[in-house]
């Protein structure tokens, strides 16, 4: 596609619910990111993919998130049991090789833990 | 670990004034990346800086990439409305490695 897409642009979850975010990137790019971004605040790292293998997965706040990207394109951003601490903007950035190159970012989804 | 730390934090800016902002890394960046984002919107990236000393310019835009390549700065120059945004700086701990964000410049612009 022309941009990076994320899906839902909103979620609203009840505390301790499962959610699922998700990113579709920008045809042929390689790699992919998940950042979190908190009101007022920069983005944060969560994962990363190079195609289908998760290099580094340093940034997940707990074991409740999960990451995939089981055919090197699509991803899935998968946090259970939220809480309100999770709410934020969640944002998935692609770029075309190993992130020497600027990233293009999705319109992120804003998740509001109630 | 890495940090990268952003001054102002907020700057507030009378319509076509000058202003800059600087962007401080705690380790050595193999290069150095803008992005801006309107309030509501998505980062976006504005460039990439990789030689030391390096200056680039967009329009009224000119970014710099200091000596020890652990330093930035963005001059905007007759700034406009459409200035308006919080400007983010960016830099990966080695080559090919995940970026780092500053906690970003807010700007006002004063009509």
């Known amino acids: 596609g022309a941009g990076v897409s994320q899906s839902p642009r909103y979620k609203v979850a009840k505390r301790g619910q499962d959610v699922a975010l998700r990113c579709d990137p920008i045809s042929g790019h390689v790699s992919l990111f998940w950042y979190q971004q908190a009101l007022g605040q920069g983005p944060e790292f969560l994962t990363y993919f190079q195609n289908e293998a998760q290099l580094d997965k340093s940034g997940l706040p707990s074991d409740r998130f999960f990451a995939e990207r089981p055919e090197g394109s699509v991803s899935t951003l998968k946090i259970q049991r939220t809480q309100q601490e999770d709410s934020a903007v969640y944002l998935c950035?692609?770029?075309?090789?190993?992130?020497?190159?600027?990233?293009?970012f999705g319109s992120g989804t804003r998740l509001t833990v109630v | 670990g890495q940090q990268v730390m952003q001054i102002p934090q907020y700057q507030h800016v009378q319509e076509g004034e000058d202003f800059t902002t600087y962007c401080n890394s705690s380790t050595t960046l193999s290069n150095i990346q803008w992005y801006k984002q309107r309030p509501g919107g998505h980062p976006v990236f504005l460039i990439q800086?990789?030689?030391?000393?390096e200056v680039k310019k967009q329009k009224r835009l000119t970014f710099q990439f200091g000596e020890a390549k652990k330093n930035s700065s963005l001059h905007i120059t007759a700034t406009q409305t459409t200035d308006v945004g919080t400007y983010f700086c960016?830099?990966?701990?080695?080559?090919?490695?995940?970026?780092?964000f500053g906690g970003g410049t807010r700007v006002l612009v004063k009509p």
């Open positions: 800086l990789v030689k030391s000393g």
């Open positions: 960016a830099g990966p701990k080695a080559a090919g490695n995940k970026l780092t």
């Open positions: 950035a692609s770029s075309l090789v190993q992130g020497d190159y600027g990233y293009t």
